[in-house]
């Protein structure tokens, strides 16, 4: 499987620590815009995480 994969065309800097390059054609984004709290709660029976 992993013979089959292709490098990327081209990596940029992103302009963080880690990691230091991620390829051209992605978006570097904080995670706060990505994730976002419930308001929504699981009840006592249901799985916890």
Known sequence: MIGEL???A???D???PWPVE?????EAA???R??????Q???ADE???
């Open 47 to 49: 799985l916890q995480l």
């Open 14 to 16: 992103c302009g963080l």
């Open 30 to 32: 904080r995670s706060e």
């Open 6 to 8: 292709k490098p990327y």
């Open 41 to 43: 709660h699981a009840s």
């Open 22 to 26: 991620i390829p051209s054609h992605r």
């Open 10 to 12: 081209g990596h940029r």
């Open 34 to 39: 990505l994730l976002v709290e419930r308001e």
